[in-house]
């Protein structure tokens, strides 16, 4: 397996424990203002990011979806309304973020649809061929070792399966590359301490996004795990990218 800059990118730099753990204790930290500042810091615009990525599943009518890197369950809950399966499971290594998605859920009445699960990426509990369907959204960036991540995902998947992630990535033009790098380096950390009182998950944030492989970079590690028909979509000007393999 090949290592990638971000596989090495952690929240707290002179922690001793490993990316997972140190991931896993960020976001629980800031969950109780995770909704609130996606919703904040991208001006709503990333619920239609979300909305984007799963549709690129319509055609593929999955009956039962694995969402990992689930978080508050955000995906899974549009996933349930747009694509109608039988089941939604999220996994995610923060019990804090998915205590939030759980409290959603159940006051959306979507207890039978959705279950949140503690789960790890790299050991996914589930059988081999389990799912038409496996999104991620903004959750790819944190995998410790992204091809290990990658190729569970491919091993859940049926044939025929399609995986969707959606990511952050660096815009192409000088001049929103200049406007985007001002937002990330100074006015999100800033805004991130101010309402989390963490300004290490924003500048965590940054860094992560800016050694990931993104583009076709991305998609030829799909093509190299064994994923086909891979295909990327940059979203808003290039700040945040859809990919999408099928197995």
């Known amino acids: ?44 615009i990333d619920i239609r990011w979300r909305k ?13 979806i694995l969402d990992v890197a689930t978080g508050t369950a955000d995906v899974a809950i549009m996933a349930s309304g747009i ?14 973020m998915l205590d939030m998605g759980r409290k959603k859920i159940e006051k959306l009445g979507m207890q039978n649809t959705i279950e949140l699960l503690n789960g790890d990426c790299e050991t996914i509990n589930f059988e081999n061929d389990s799912f038409e369907a496996v999104t991620v959204a ?3 960036r944190n995998f410790e ?5 990658l190729s569970e995902i491919l091993r859940v998947l049926k044939p025929g399966g399609k995986l969707a992630v959606l990511e952050f990535s660096k815009p192409k033009s000088a001049v929103v590359k200049a406007m985007y790098n001002l937002y ?5 950390p800033n805004l991130g301490k101010l309402f989390s009182k963490n300004r ?33 979509k940059p979203l808003s000007l290039g700040i945040c990218s859809i990919y999408c393999g099928e197995k």
Request: aromatic share 14%; charged share 25%; glycine share 6%.
């Open 200 to 232: 290490h998950a924003y500048q965590y944030l940054d860094e992560s996004i800016s050694k990931f492989p993104e583009g076709k970079n991305f998609t030829n590690i799909l093509d190299n795990l064994g994923y086909r028909n891979t295909y990327t």
């Open 145 to 149: 070792n992204l091809e290990k991540g």
């Open 1 to 44: 397996m090949t290592d990638y800059a971000h596989d090495t990118v952690v929240p707290y730099k002179y922690s001793e424990l490993g990316k997972k753990q140190q991931v896993a204790s960020m976001f629980n930290d800031i969950a109780f203002r995770y909704d609130f500042l996606n919703r904040f810091l991208s001006a709503g």
């Open 52 to 64: 984007k990525m799963i549709r690129q599943l319509v055609k593929n009518k999955p009956l039962y």
């Open 83 to 96: 694509l109608k399966p039988v089941k939604i499971w999220g996994i995610d290594i923060s019990d804090g």
């Open 184 to 188: 990330m380096k100074i006015i999100t």
């Open 138 to 140: 903004f959750g790819v």
